[in-house]
T-cell receptor, first 114, second 111 residues
Framework: DTEVTQTPKHLVMGMTNKKSLKCEQHMGHRAMYWYKQKAKKPPELMFVYSYEKLSINESVPSRFSPECPNSSLLNLHLHALQPEDSALYLC?????????????FGPGTRLTVL | EDKVVQSPLSLVVHEGDTVTLNCSYEVTNFRSLLWYKQEKKAPTFLFMLTSSGIEKKSGRLSSILDKKELSSILNITATQTGDSAIYLCAVEARYGNKLVFGAGTILRVKS
């Protein structure tokens, strides 16, 4: 199994809703990442988890709350989002934080905030 | 602050042409430079270049790292319409555990 999966593929939510994005990998990777990508822009790093611990938070607003329940699973909890948070949310993983391999990206969740 | 600049920002060519995409970077303690291709969804990995692996080739695609000039090029020969995509360059610092992306080059191959 050499893929990163993300659910849902699409999500539409209101500004008062609470929702969660899910990312899963079964490659034994111990570093996992959340990125946000706006249209025609490159991915922007949001969070990095290394060995299930949050190691990097790129000053992301608290309405985004990451969680890593185990080494295969990464969640992103969303609450009170703004329309400008609409974007493609990408999850990625790699073997380990200091490894020489690349990051493998999931297909993304396209989020629309109304 | 680490920085990646790609050029051109967009490019339109005809099938069969050869294209060269550029990436220059500034990073403290360089570890690797990566090229990704992005169509409608997630970026797909093309190449990783490091100090010990400065040239990579796969089919019609090839890439070279110039450590002295702090830059890299991605060449695509005999382009096809399926090569139309955004090509992203990213660098990673040795102790950073994160990728810094350039803005990307939008390539459109016309039939």
């Amino acid at each position: 199994d050499t893929e990163v999966t993300q659910t849902p593929k699409h999500l539409v939510m209101g500004m008062t809703n609470k929702k969660s994005l899910k990312c899963e990998q079964h490659m034994g990777h111990r570093a996992m990442y959340w990125y946000k990508q706006k249209a025609k822009k490159p991915p922007e790093l949001m969070f990095v988890y290394s060995y299930e611990k949050l190691s990097i938070n790129e000053s992301v607003p608290s309405r985004f709350s990451p969680e890593c329940p185990n080494s295969s699973l990464l969640n992103l909890h969303l609450h009170a989002l703004q329309p400008e948070d609409s974007a493609l949310y990408l999850c990625a993983s790699r073997l380990g934080p200091g490894s020489s391999d690349t990051q493998y990206f999931g297909p993304g969740t396209r989020l629309t905030v109304l | 602050e680490d920085k990646v600049v790609q050029s051109p920002l967009s490019l339109v060519v005809h099938e069969g042409d050869t294209v060269t995409l550029n990436c220059s970077y500034e990073v403290t303690n360089f570890r690797s430079l990566l090229w990704y291709k992005q169509e409608k969804k997630a970026p797909t990995f093309l190449f990783m270049l490091t100090s010990s692996g400065i040239e990579k080739k796969s089919g019609r695609l090839s890439s070279i790292l110039d450590k002295k000039e702090l830059s890299s090029i991605l060449n695509i020969t005999a382009t096809q319409t399926g090569d139309s995509a955004i090509y992203l360059c990213a660098v990673e610092a040795r102790y950073g555990n994160k990728l810094v992306f350039g803005a990307g080059t939008i390539l459109r191959v016309k039939s």
